[in-house]
């Protein structure tokens, strides 16, 4: 457990959303959302002069789109699709060096040095309900995720040194 002062260490968030909805009739549906967020985040008081050299606090503003909507087909068929982008998350920058005591260790230089690319993700479904009996019915689905085939790199080499910012191999193969 560490004693912190009012206002060391706090975290404040504030979000803002503002939603379209087209319920559904005439054989469609939609809904619209934007988002739009920010983060507040102040780090403890430094306890060495590392911490004091790279206390970084900056503020974080993040961004999403999502729509969603269906729409009915012919022969019973209904399609659904969703597009959703948001802001990529925010990657620091380290360094790897040897303390005192002869062991390496990672020291963060900067917390915002860019961002991720932007996700994008394109998701449909098509799906058929058939009617068992009076009470019953069973529906067939077919989903179909990124539908754009998207390969957002989700994480890079942050470390200071030959491999610095390139996408790494994820599962043996590379992005």
Same mark, same amino acid.
């Given at each position: 457990?560490?004693?912190?002062?009012? +206002?060391?260490?706090?975290?404040?968030?504030t979000a803002f959303e503002l939603a379209f909805n087209k319920q559904y009739s005439n054989?469609?549906?939609?809904?619209?959302?934007?988002?739009?967020?920010?983060?507040?985040?102040?780090?403890?008081d430094p306890q060495n002069p590392n911490q004091a050299a790279y206390n970084w606090q900056m503020p974080t503003w993040n961004q999403s789109v999502k729509i969603n909507g269906s729409y009915e087909l012919p022969f019973g068929?209904?399609?659904?699709?969703?597009?959703q982008i948001q802001s990529g998350?925010?990657? +620091?920058?380290?360094a790897q060096m040897r303390n005192a005591l002869n062991q390496t260790v990672t020291i963060v230089a900067e917390f915002h040095v860019d961002r991720y690319p932007t996700v994008r993700l394109w998701?449909?479904?098509?799906?058929?309900?058939?009617?068992?009996?009076?009470?019953?019915?069973?529906? +067939?689905?077919f989903d179909l995720y990124n539908t754009l085939?998207?390969?957002?790199?989700?994480?890079?080499?942050?470390t200071n040194g030959p491999n610095y910012l390139k996408p790494l191999a994820v599962g043996g193969g590379a992005n």
């Open positions: 457990i560490t004693n912190v002062r009012d +206002g060391e260490a706090t975290k404040q968030y054989k469609w549906s939609a809904l619209a959302a934007y988002t739009i967020d920010f983060a507040r985040i102040n780090n403890a068929l209904k399609w659904a699709s969703t597009y998350p925010w990657y +620091g920058r380290s998701d449909n479904r098509v799906s058929k309900t058939f009617r068992i009996n009076e009470k019953q019915t069973i529906e +067939g689905q085939n998207a390969s957002t790199i989700l994480s890079q080499v942050n």
